[in-house]
């Protein structure tokens, strides 16, 4: 069974840097594409930063230059290194995998999201 467990989220002011970490178990390893989302209250999610198998990085244009995605493949670990936050990135932040199967296609696992609260 696929699991995405998060962790680091909190309450920061802006500016300072908040690192959010995915550790994935079951299905999900180093080939999946991975990425972390964003969602605030009657919002829609939101992709923030993506990562292929082969570490190719995608950034909204709202984080390019501030955030960092990264994965340890040892580790089976997704990062999301955030920093100069701004009150603008308050948010639950929810870490997802993608997993091909033969005769369902492509499929998404999410993790359970973690807070980020960023204060003026």
């Known amino acids: 069974q696929a699991q995405l467990v998060e962790s680091g989220g909190g309450l920061v002011q802006a500016g300072e840097s908040v690192r959010l970490s995915c550790t994935a178990s079951g299905s999900i390893g180093s080939r999946n594409p991975m990425g972390w989302y964003r969602q605030t209250p009657g919002k829609q999610r939101d992709l923030v930063a993506s990562?292929?198998?082969?570490?190719?990085?995608n950034y909204a244009d709202s984080v390019s230059g501030r955030f960092t995605i990264s994965r340890d493949n040892a580790k089976n670990t997704l990062y999301l290194q955030m920093n100069s936050l701004k009150p603008e990135d308050t948010a639950v932040y929810y870490c997802n995998a993608r997993v091909f199967r033969a005769l369902t296609g492509w499929g998404d696992y999410w993790g359970q999201g973690t807070q980020v609260t960023v204060s003026p």
């Open positions: 990562i292929t198998g082969s570490g190719t990085t």
